[in-house]
């Protein structure tokens, strides 16, 4: 795979998204096996049950934005956001855009819809600019036909 296809994937999200998932599921397991007895009662299982399932939800919807990248190929760009993934052909994006308050790219595709491209965030900052311009000249680079030489 050359340097150009290479999957693109947030850093500074990724490694927050992470670091605060963990925390968040050892804080829940560890609150939800220190609870003290309340008023005399003890604490119910269920609630023990609950804390900890809300902790590994809050883990998964993280991870989840730990996880999100685009694959590019030679066919088109696989975008896996916060909950859905799409293909989409080469021959579908008409354009990218990036920056004017924006916080990650936006495809703009054939249809008239666009598309979010989360793997691409502001918050990477002077990197963010270089993955938008490498991803707007793979766009260019596999749209090319006979008729635009």
Known sequence: MDELHRPFAP???RWVAWSVAAAVVVLA???ALALPS?????VALGDRVGIVGFGALVGWFLSRQAMVRAVPDAEGLVVRNLLL????????IVSVRF????PWVQLDLADGDTLAVMAIQAADGARAMVEAGRLATLVALHSTTDRDS
């Open 99 to 102: 920056g004017q308050g924006r």
């Open 85 to 92: 993934t799409r293909r989409v052909a080469w021959a579908e």
């Open 38 to 42: 309340v008023a005399g009662d003890r």
């Open 11 to 13: 850093r500074l999200a």
């Open 29 to 31: 397991l560890v609150l």
